[in-house]
């Protein structure tokens, strides 16, 4: 406790909700940039490997994507684009429906390729898909801590706790965080937060939910995805910039605080071995 450690293992985030359209992206591109701001280098991996959404919201143009990879065409660092501010992002596919569904030999090869990039980043970051299909569950359950997102439309509450379900009975995750955005106010998102605790702690006593922090609903949220620019960068001084760089603060609290789980390299191969 309280060691000082020169460099901390590579933490791995995802970010999920059930729900689509809730704000993932946004809440992945901006919280990256965030953490990069406190000095962590930070790499992003679309997740939605079939429909490729966070190279559209940073404006990139990527030549190649990870199929290219699965295809033998291209190794990981071929595959890499830079973002803004040194950020670096491994795009997904638009439309290859073949990669909804990855299956064991892909995910085996994805993540021997991310365990080999791993050591150049403070924090790799799994962007989701909507739902709660395998490639969700197998990319939530790969990480180090679950970010999930929901907002006040009451549908995003019962898909996240259908995710939250299926995460705990299928892959034993027990442990939630919980980003509440596009609220009015830090009061509506608590609301929404202990409804969503009250549920959980009925009906999946075993499930921690933990609080992160809320997002306000800003429209310069919508003009900056109109931009293809991140909200943080087109905005820094709003209030919704501030509200992401509280939470990547207390990302990176937690992440000094917990003890880092033995000296277990990394979570991939035992995702394998429980599947
Ligand atoms: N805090 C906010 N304030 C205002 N609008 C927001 C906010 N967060 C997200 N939005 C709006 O919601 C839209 C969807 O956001 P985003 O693409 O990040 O959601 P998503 O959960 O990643 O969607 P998908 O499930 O399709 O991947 C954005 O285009 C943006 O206009
Ligand atoms: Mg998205």
Known sequence: MGKARSKLPPKVLAVSSGKGGVGKTNVVANLALALIRKGNRVLIFD???GLNNIDILLGLTPRYHIGHLFNGEKTIEEILVDGPKGLKVLPASNGWQELTMLDNKKKMLLMEELD????DYDYLIFDTAAGIS???????SAA?????????EPTSHTDVYALIKVLFQ???QKQFKMIINSVKSEREA???YRRLTDVVDRFLPHVSL??????LYDENVTRSVRQQKPVVELYPHSQVSQCIHRLSEKIIETRNQ???EGDRPFLWKNVFEVR
């Open 190 to 192: 608590l609301g929404i």
């Open 144 to 152: 180090h801590e679950i970010l999930l997102v929901a907002t006040p």
């Open 134 to 140: 395998s490639n969700v569950t197998y990319f939530c």
């Open 47 to 49: 997740a939605d490997i």
């Open 116 to 119: 080999r990039l791993m050591g």
């Open 210 to 215: 933990d609080y992160l922090g809320y997002i």
């Open 170 to 172: 299928k892959h034993n």
């Open 258 to 260: 917990i003890p880092e």
